[in-house]
């Protein structure tokens, strides 16, 4: 980010007035960042200089720091930050059209909380549905929202259609669209994969093991030798207060030392205790839909020579699986070096010569003796070949029909 295309409203924060350099940048149009905290005197400079709607299509990456004060020592320990509200997110891009590279690092309400993480979920949908994202090369999400522990945990299915998937699926099939990486537990159902845009050239999803519709993904394997199933007592035994199951009355003046839970106490509330986990094989419906999705989706793609990339993990304690598609004649974009670095390091781990779908399977999903259902291998077929397909399932386990 040269400083010579920026407009700064930080640095002229002490000073109360918009910094000449600035406003001869936005006089000679001769700027595409903009930078600014959440001071109420950047807040004011920042509105003074674009109520000129004219200059507003200049701007193609905005920095935005939020400036809170201290909440406890505890926290400042922790370091634990604060992540902006899809809402927020929903605004921002909508202001700027000509948006071409995005990071979102996202923490999803936990489950103590069904109603904030309905509205989380409908905030995030409307982020993808709503603006218009015109130039829209790289889009890079981290959503913390880890799965739960306890096999009892009641899973609240969305009241209305599945928005996020349907989110999901317009940027999937943006005509700008080059990378799409997502990361963290992704509750996403098939409709979220139809084709891919002409110049998508990498995918990534990390799928949590629930749907929408509040199921699962993998069934309980009925030949496991033994259930995972314990109280994780041992994790909390450091809570020298600890108050066991009991939940305090959020409702106190002083809300930092009061209003928290005890390690214990929010696992519970969570239904991450106690902690109980026997589902380890593909279910022949929510599984099979969403994983042919995907494999479909690469080969319907508009411009296949240009995906180089594109994979789906499921990880949990008892089975995971990754379905990986990579094409040595595709992938390379300039553009691309905009991602984090762990993205990119995940893009160069399978560099191939030829395209080839990869499909590996561990714990129960190889351990229940699974078969791959025909229309998922006809989906991979389709796009590489039966001699491409590289898979640890033994080939007379895969269902031909």
């Known amino acids: ?12 924060v002490t000073v109360g007035r918009v910094s000449r350099a600035v406003l001869s940048r936005v006089e000679t149009r001769s700027f595409n960042t903009v930078k600014l905290n959440s001071h109420p005197e950047s807040l004011r400079q920042f509105g003074d200089v674009f109520s000129d709607e004219t200059i507003r299509d200049l701007v193609k990456a905005i920095r ?5 004060p201290v909440i406890s020592d505890k926290r400042l320990r922790n370091k634990s930050g604060r992540r902006l509200h899809p809402d927020a997110i929903c605004v921002m891009a909508k202001a700027l059209p000509c948006l071409e590279h995005t990071i979102w690092d996202l923490y999803m309400p936990p489950r103590r909380m069904p109603t904030l993480r309905k509205e989380f979920k409908a905030a995030l949908a409307s982020a993808l549905l709503k603006p218009m994202y015109a ?7 981290l959503l913390w929202n880890p799965d739960p522990r306890n096999e009892e945990a009641i899973l609240i299915p969305d009241e209305e259609e ?9 940027i999937c099939e943006l005509p ?15 409709c979220a994969f139809r084709c891919f845009g002409p110049s998508v050239r990498s995918v990534f999803v990390d799928m949590s093991m629930v749907t929408p519709d509040g199921g699962w993904l993998l069934d309980v394997y009925p030949g496991s030798e033994e259930e995972v199933e314990y109280d994780v007592e041992s994790e909390f035994s450091s809570d020298s207060d600890d108050q066991g199951d009991t939940l305090p009355d959020i409702n106190s003046e002083n809300s930092d030392i009061e209003d928290r839970l005890t390690r214990r106490a929010e696992a519970t509330a969570n ?30 793609s508009d ?30 974009d300039p553009r691309l070096g905009a991602l984090p670095d762990f993205a990119q390091r995940i893009m160069r781990v399978d560099k191939v010569d030829m395209n080839r779908w990869l499909f590996n399977g561990y714990g129960g999903i190889t351990a229940s003796g699974w078969k791959i259902p025909a229309v998922m291998w006809d989906a991979m077929e389709k796009a590489v070949g039966a001699e491409n397909i590289d898979t640890n399932i033994d080939v007379d386990r895969i269902a031909k029909v």
């Open 1 to 12: 980010m040269s400083s010579s295309e920026t407009l700064d409203f930080v640095a002229s």
């Open 176 to 190: 700008t669209l080059v990378s799409l990486f997502l990361w963290g537990k992704w509750c996403l159902s098939y």
């Open 162 to 170: 599945d928005r996020l998937s349907l989110g999901m699926r317009r």
């Open 64 to 68: 935005f720091d939020v400036v809170l």
């Open 135 to 141: 130039s829209l090369a790289t889009l890079t999400i």
């Open 271 to 300: 239904q991450d205790r106690p902690c109980k986990e026997i589902r380890e094989v593909p279910n022949p419906e929510t599984f099979t839909l969403l994983v042919t999705s995907f494999a479909q989706a690469v080969a319907n």
């Open 303 to 332: 411009s296949p020579s240009c995906l180089g990339f594109a994979e789906m993990r499921l990880s949990t304690p008892l089975a995971s699986m990754r379905l990986s598609y990579c094409d040595g004649a595709g992938g390379e």
